[in-house]
C-alpha cells in the first residue's frame, strides 16, 4: 500500500508539480481503497484454502475467479471519481483526475503484485490456521440464518426508519439571511433588496490580473493597477 502511495506522489509530482490541500487526501483514498481489494481477495483466498489445496493452486483459482470483479470495481470507481472534473474549479478537477488514476494504479499493484507476495507468505501467518477459516464460514451462516428467520422484522424496522429519517428531514430549518439586523428602510437595505429580487441576490466582484513579466511587483505595474483601482472605485464604486 505504501508503495502506491509513492507512485502516486511521484506522478502527481511530474504531471502538475505540487500537493495542494485537495491531493493531500489522496494516500486516504488509496489506503481505503487498496484494503477493500486486499479483503476481498483475501476473503476469496481463504475460501479456496478451505478446500484443502496447495496454496499455489488456491493462489491460481482466487485470481482467476476474481479478477474480473476487481476490474470492474477499479474502471466503476475511476468514473466515479472522474466525474468530479465537471466542476469547474481546478483543485477539484486535478483530485479528479489524480484520483481515477491512483485508483487504476491500485488495482493494478493489487492483481500483479499481491499474487506474488502470496507465493512468499505462509497462510497460517494470515488466517491462523485452517480453523479460523471454517469458524468464520460458520460464523457468516448464523448470522444469515438469523437475518432469513427475522426477515419481516427487519422489514418493518426499516421502513420505520426511513419514515422517522423522512419527517426528520421536512423538520430541518435553512437560515441562510445576514440581513435581518439591517433596516429594510434604510438606503442600503433598500439596494440590497432590489438586487435580491430583481438580479438574483448580490455578488462580490472578483479581477484576476496576470502580467507578462515575472511579478506584478514592479514599479510600473503597481502604477497600472492603481488606475484600474480609481477607475473602478470612481465608475462603479468598487471598493
Known amino acids: 500500500m505504501g508503495f502506491t502511495v509513492i507512485v502516486n506522489l511521484v ?23 487498496g484494503v477493500s481489494y486486499i479483503i476481498h481477495i483475501l476473503s476469496r483466498y481463504a475460501e479456496e ?3 484443502n489445496q496447495d496454496k499455489n493452486i488456491a493462489i491460481f483459482n482466487t485470481f482467476k475467479n476474481i479478477w474480473s470483479t476487481i476490474v470492474i ?32 494504479t491500485t488495482g493494478l499493484f493489487t492483481l500483479f503484485l499481491l499474487p506474488i507476495l502470496l507465493t512468499f507468505i505462509n497462510p497460517k501467518l494470515i488466517f491462523k490456521g485452517k480453523s479460523v477459516v471454517a469458524s468464520e464460514g460458520l ?15 427487519i422489514q418493518f424496522s426499516t421502513l420505520g426508519l426511513v419514515l422517522i429519517f423522512t419527517i426528520g428531514l421536512g423538520q430541518i430549518e ?10 429594510h428602510q434604510s438606503d442600503l437595505g433598500k439596494e440590497l433588496a432590489f438586487f435580491e429580487n430583481s438580479f438574483g441576490g ?3 466582484f472578483e479581477m484576476s490580473i496576470q502580467s507578462h513579466s515575472d511579478s506584478l511587483l514592479t514599479y510600473q505595474n503597481i502604477l497600472e493597477l492603481e488606475k484600474v483601482h480609481h477607475y473602478l472605485e470612481n465608475t462603479y464604486q468598487v471598493s
Open 11 to 33: 506522478i502527481i509530482q511530474n504531471g502538475i508539480g505540487y500537493v495542494d490541500i485537495m491531493l493531500s487526501m489522496l494516500p486516504s483514498v488509496i489506503f481505503v481503497v
Open 49 to 51: 484454502l478451505s478446500k
Open 73 to 104: 470495481t477499479v474502471i466503476t470507481t475511476s468514473i466515479g471519481f472522474l466525474s468530479l472534473y465537471l466542476i469547474q474549479i481546478k483543485p477539484i478537477q486535478n483530485f479528479a483526475i489524480y484520483s481515477a488514476i491512483s485508483i487504476l
Open 139 to 153: 460464523t457468516h451462516g448464523i448470522f444469515l440464518t438469523k437475518i432469513l428467520r427475522n426477515s419481516k422484522t
Open 174 to 183: 435553512t437560515n441562510n439571511n445576514f440581513l435581518d439586523d439591517l433596516s
Open 202 to 204: 448580490i455578488r462580490p
